[in-house]
């Protein structure tokens, strides 16, 4: 009995520390403390526990890894399928995410004049080059569209 719980509180004090460096998914917490071969049913006992005293949440840990994703220059459907990826329901990834194609527009054109620089005109292989660029941060065709569209308000 004594061990159990004094793996109990090895466990609890190996996801505290893992939540000290940063926020985690449940998910993600999850994953880390079975590889340290702890027991599911302990894992999830203790991971209700902090769900409860609020030291771990999905929806903070995925509006703090959306805000660093947006600076970093990464559009909604790249920063949607990282979040799903780390077990956030699509959901919450709606309500992270949601804003209007313009505002999603204005974040392309800030990271088109990062990468190309103010002059966006050019030939069409440049232009693709850009289409293409902002397709792999993960904005969707309107997004990309409105962004490369001379907007001074989108450059500032």
């Avoid at 805000?67 to 990834?93: D, N, T, V, Y």
Wanted: proline content about 1%.
């Amino acid at each position: 009995m004594i061990d159990k719980n004094n793996t109990a509180i090895d466990l609890r004090r190996k996801a505290m520390d893992l939540l000290a460096l940063r926020e985690h998914s449940r998910f993600e917490l999850m994953r880390k403390l079975h590889q340290r071969e702890f027991s599911d049913d302990l894992i999830s006992q203790i991971l209700d526990q902090l769900e409860q005293e609020m030291l771990l949440s999905d929806a903070r840990f995925a509006e703090s890894y959306a805000r660093m994703r947006i600076r970093k220059g990464f559009g909604p459907r790249r920063i949607a399928q990282e979040l799903q990826e780390r077990g956030i329901s699509k959901q919450l990834i709606n309500t992270v995410l949601n804003e209007s194609d313009t505002i999603w527009a204005q974040r392309a054109a800030k990271v088109l004049v990062k990468r190309f620089g103010y002059d966006l005109s050019g030939a069409l292989s440049e232009q693709l080059k850009r289409k293409r660029f902002l397709e792999y941060r993960g904005f969707n065709h309107e997004q990309i569209e409105l962004g490369l569209e001379p907007n001074e308000q989108f450059t500032d």
